[in-house]
């Protein structure tokens, strides 16, 4: 793909980073993530044309995120070793055929096939992120950051609105269409307004992978971090992978879109992010981290309880825990990622890699104990798995540690 002749390597000491770009990058992480969670509200619509069970079913979201986990482990490391924007646009185009491909999927097997190649190209979210880091200054980093991550968890959680939504009224077929048309726009966006990034790694392919080993071994607080965001990912995926099949079950007896629109209230979460990118960039990410995994255990406690009200109560007790769990779990993947990003310039790439990992291998193990749980113990054991994996991540993230070694100032 030739590159436009205005652009040039950008130098993240020497200038800010305008709100268009920010804008642009922020969008970009929202549709390339909100491709692994398009399938979650349509999983009871898609039993019924694919000819599959509840559990079968459930490998759908759970080969996504293992698409999506093996992807960041193999592939984000490559935005150290080339040039970030190429690592971008070639994803995404990569996305566009995937979502094309599960769109006409005619059988289980292969819309299987397709979710596991869909979450593999799908961690271009996962390069635009570090991106948004090496173009913002130090000083506004967390804020920055912060703000492509909202725009990245809006994607995560509008994504399940749309899908229910257009699912309902057009057909899943269509949804996954329409999302590859967005993906492909994005694209043309982002070639034509993306600067080229230096290479920060030289490097065989080989060494840069046995490299995510090194940087695990040498930072204890990336190891704090993944291991707490993995668990707190098991919960939010343990949720979010089970909500439409117990929607659609009795009592509620509830369709896609309805499934769908509970992403509107964990939205109103993901709209603290910036806040909580200030908040770390004031007073240090650790009490955000600590806070965040609190907010997630109160929220799961308060889903179990809520668990055997009468259905309308029930929905409005969803809802409410919706958006505190969200806030806690999206307040926490801010000041993570803060705190990864401030270790080592040179590997952003990398030290992103290693979290996000982490962060989604907890995703499938969630989507696949939680469908689990919801067979055998119903609902109350799935609120009560994700309460437990809450607690651990705040376990972890009240262990005391040393301070993190931080990046010099510019870098």
Known sequence: ??????????????????????????????LGVASIYYCQPLLGILGADLHASDQALGWIPTLTQLGY???????????????????????????????????????????????????????????????????APAARR???????????????????????????YLGWRIMFGLAAVAVLALAAAMWRKLPRFPVTAQMSYGRLLASL????????????????QGLLCVAFSAFWSTLAVM??????????????????AGAAGALAAPLAGRVADRHGPEPVTRLG?????????????????????????????????????QSSLISHQTIVFGLDHASRSRLNAVLLTGMFIGMSLGSALGNAVLARWHWQGVTLLAAAAALGALALRLRRAPPCRLAPAGQ
């Open 293 to 329: 995994a609190g907010l997630t255990v109160l929220a799961f406690i308060g889903l179990f309880l809520g668990s055997g009200l009468q259905p309308h109560a029930a929905l409005w007790a969803l809802g409410i825990g919706s958006v505190v769990f969200d806030l806690g779990i």
């Open 247 to 264: 929607l659609h079950d009795a009592p509620f007896h509830l369709g896609a879109s309805v499934a769908g629109a509970f992403g509107l």
């Open 1 to 30: 793909m030739p590159t436009p002749p205005n652009l040039h390597a950008h130098d993240a000491s020497q200038t800010d980073i305008s709100r268009g770009m920010v804008l642009l990058l922020a969008l970009g992480a929202g």
């Open 213 to 228: 080993l090194t940087l695990w071994k040498q930072y204890p607080a990336l190891r704090r971090a993944t291991l707490a």
């Open 69 to 135: 986990a093996f992807g960041t482990l193999l592939l984000a490391p490559l935005g150290d070793r080339h040039d970030r924007r190429r690592v971008i646009l070639v994803k995404a185009l990569l996305l566009a055929v995937a979502l094309l491909a599960s769109s006409m999927a005619p059988s289980l097997p292969l819309m299987l096939v397709s979710s596991f190649a869909l979450g593999l190209v799908a961690t271009v979210a996962q390069d635009i992120v570090p991106a948004a880091a090496t173009l």
């Open 142 to 168: 967390g804020h920055i950051v912060g703000s492509v991550m909202t725009g990245l968890l809006l994607g995560i959680l509008l994504s399940r609105v749309a899908s229910g939504v257009i699912a309902e």
